[in-house]
T-cell receptor, first 117, second 109 residues
Framework: GAGVSQSPRYKVAKRGQDVALRCDPISGHVSLFWYQQALGQGPEFLTYFQNEAQLDKSGLPSDRFFAERPEGSVSTLKIQRTQQEDSAVYLC???????????????FGNGTRLTVT | AQRVTQPEKLLSVFKGAPVELKCNYSYSGSPELFWYVQYSRQRLQLLLRHISRESIKGFTADLNKGETSFHLKKPFAQEEDSAMYYCALGSGGYQKVTFGTGTKLQVIP
């Protein structure tokens, strides 16, 4: 079946603009994560959803960042008043719920590369 | 707080040589460790995890709690192993995963 799908693949925004990044997880995956990956760095955790509930948003760098998953499937990461430091690849990952055998692996999308000029 | 350290940004080895990608972690609880790999123009994907104790594509990794390490090893490197490798730590009551900064493995023909 299809993997995690993210759109757009590339986004160029002028400083101060708002952007919305979309993630379509694998069907049936309960957990959904957003990560931010700056150039030369590893993915940095932003936020986590279990179904429609946002259980952890401790990684969101400022109140300009907002994520939602209203029906427990598609998720949107919104960045308001973008700044140059927001330039990064934004990765979405989904997984099955935590099982007795340990954590289910994360399935990543291709990411959205955001460039703020 | 949890942290993952990968000291090498780039590791170059010749084809057929042994490979060891280093990973150390810091976490006060019971850790769950993973290695993720990203091949050129592909998405990040799971390579292996410590609880499975498996060998994937010839790679193995052993969790050493005393040294807080989870090094990735392969006895004979292949050209197709060239990729970015990320060590990752699972922690907390749900599935939060913390990634290291990654090591680029370059296998020289």
């Amino acid at each position: 079946g299809a993997g995690v799908s993210q759109s757009p693949r590339y986004k160029v925004a002028k400083r101060g603009q708002d952007v919305a990044l979309r993630c379509d997880p694998i069907s049936g995956h309960v957990s959904l994560f957003w990560y931010q990956q700056a150039l030369g760095q590893g993915p940095e955790f932003l936020t986590y959803f279990q179904n429609e509930a946002q259980l952890d948003k401790s990684g969101l760098p400022s109140d300009r960042f907002f994520a939602e998953r209203p029906e427990g499937s598609v998720s949107t990461l919104k960045i308001q008043r973008t700044q140059q430091e927001d330039s990064a690849v934004y990765l979405c990952a989904s997984s099955l719920a935590l099982t007795g055998g340990g954590r289910s692996p994360l399935h990543f999308g291709n990411g959205t590369r955001l460039t703020v000029t | 707080a949890q942290r993952v350290t990968q000291p090498e940004k780039l590791l170059s080895v010749f084809k057929g040589a042994p490979v060891e990608l280093k990973c150390n972690y810091s976490y006060s609880g019971s850790p769950e460790l993973f290695w993720y790999v990203q091949y050129s123009r592909q998405r990040l994907q799971l390579l292996l995890r410590h609880i499975s104790r498996e060998s994937i594509k010839g790679f193995t990794a052993d969790l050493n709690k005393g040294e807080t390490s989870f090094h990735l090893k392969k006895p004979f490197a292949q050209e197709e192993d060239s990729a970015m490798y990320y060590c990752a730590l699972g922690s907390g009551g749900y599935q939060k995963v913390t990634f290291g900064t990654g090591t680029k493995l370059q296998v020289i023909p």
